[in-house]
């Protein structure tokens, strides 16, 4: 059976919690998440693939139970959460890796890859974009506070952070709900709870127009560098459409695309297959 180790590292004085699981002589396969999530979005994929992978699953700071530090401390930008994940990779030892990014956790793995293409083995993206065309209608009221940073078009993002909203994100385009399980949106919701973590979120939000600005950055290095990139996407995903993985193929011509039936968070329903395709994916790569 395998072991998950639970740990913390210390990151410039901000404690970054991840799970490990795997021996430290074998390829590395760094997870990163996606809102409104956290590493325990994994807890299936880690042991599915520990037998031959280093699998390292960090929470972003400000989710799960890395610290949230306030405000006034710490800028919730995808450019910090970018700076403090690489820094973490470095100081657990991360020197050469394979990405596995989804939502949030794609325009952050993205910028360690651009910033670092040395250390990036391969990428795997399920449901992780970085082309206009993948953004769905569905960014429509996110947009609106990008072009115009009201409070009253904040505020209206605050059903996004809902419980029931989390919920629809977990069971949306699924064929049958009962496949999901309420473990993950029930934690979810219990971190979007905490004091302070709506404001977190919505900054967030805010700045995820930094990440459409770097998708031509993003596209640049894909077409300079090829890595090799599976992408595994839950083809009935609200948020990020097939569109977006398709593109993929536009500036990395051998990349590889696999359709799922399900929503967002396609590990919920499809955990062994997105591991079967991981595994022949970075085991053709020794």
């Not at 949306?172 to 029930?186: C, L, M, N, Q, T």
């Not at 839950?234 to 459409?241: A, E, I, M, R, T």
């Not at 499809?270 to 020794?286: G, N, P, Y």
Request: aromatic share 14%.
């Amino acid at each position: 059976m395998t072991k998950v180790h639970y740990r913390n590292a210390d990151v410039n004085g901000l404690e970054v919690f991840y799970r490990e699981a795997g021996r430290a002589d074998t390829p590395a396969l760094l997870l990163l998440h996606g809102f409104p999530s956290a590493s325990h979005m994994f807890r299936e994929l880690i042991p599915a693939l520990s037998d031959q992978f280093r699998v390292v699953a960090p929470d972003l700071p400000g989710f799960g139970q890395s610290e949230m530090p306030s405000r006034d401390k710490f800028s919730y930008t995808f450019d910090q959460l970018a700076e403090v994940i690489g820094l973490f990779t470095e100081i657990i030892g991360l020197t050469r890796f394979a990405l596995y990014v989804f939502d949030y956790g794609a325009p952050t793995g993205f910028r360690l890859a651009a910033r670092h293409p040395e250390r990036i083995t391969a990428i795997i993206s399920q449901n992780g974009n970085a082309y206009e065309e993948g953004l769905s209608d569905g960014w429509n009221p996110i947009r609106a506070y990008w072009q115009r940073p009201s409070e009253a078009n904040r505020n209206a993002l605050r059903s996004f952070l809902a419980p029931e909203t989390t919920i629809w994100q977990y069971t949306h385009g699924v064929s049958e709900a009962a496949r999901v399980s309420p473990d993950g949106y029930s934690l979810d919701n219990f971190y979007l709870a905490r004091s302070g973590a709506d404001d977190v979120q919505l900054d967030l939000f805010g700045d995820y127009k930094s990440n459409v600005a770097l998708y031509p950055v993003f596209q640049e290095y894909f077409r300079k560098h090829k890595p090799p990139f599976l992408a595994v996407w839950g083809k009935n995903d609200p948020f990020f459409l097939p569109k977006g993985a398709e593109a993929f193929k536009r500036d990395i011509p051998n990349a590889e695309v696999r359709f799922f039936d399900t929503g967002h968070f396609a590990l919920e329903t499809h955990c062994d297959e997105i591991a079967t395709a991981i595994r022949e994916f970075l085991l053709r790569l020794k």
